[in-house]
Nanobody, 127 residues
């Protein structure tokens, strides 16, 4: 059984950077496409970024494009979300998600496509 554990959240000033990580344990990480979603208070969960299991395909929400970078390390079974030039509107609980797939270069964009979720990590951006 695959489990996801996020870490690296915290509080940062506007314009600062933060990197959140998602460690994957259990079955093989390699065949899982991964994604990051976030949920701010009073708002619905939204897509942030996704990466294919091969790592060659990525996709980003327009609101974070050019500021966030998703990556994965197969050796460490970890997926990362590097967040730069953070804004107050980035404040949210960030969730890691995974889905097993045979599609090497597909990045999944919809939350309903993902099968497993982490518990979330809080990111707070102060102005």
């Amino acid at each position: 059984q695959v489990q996801l554990v996020e870490s690296g959240g915290g509080t940062v000033q506007s314009g600062g950077s933060l990197r959140v990580s998602c460690s994957v344990s259990g079955r093989t990480f390699r065949s899982y496409a991964m994604g990051w979603f976030r949920q701010a208070p009073g708002k619905e969960r939204e897509f942030v970024a996704a990466i294919s299991w091969g790592g060659g395909a990525t996709n980003y929400a327009d609101s974070v494009k050019g500021r966030f970078t998703i990556s994965r390390d197969g050796a460490e079974n970890t997926v990362f979300l590097q967040m730069d030039n953070l804004k107050s509107e980035d404040t949210a609980v960030y969730y890691c998600a995974g889905v097993p797939t045979y599609q090497f270069n597909r990045a999944y964009l919809e939350d309903w496509e993902y099968e497993i979720w982490g518990q979330g990590t809080q990111v707070t951006v102060s102005s």
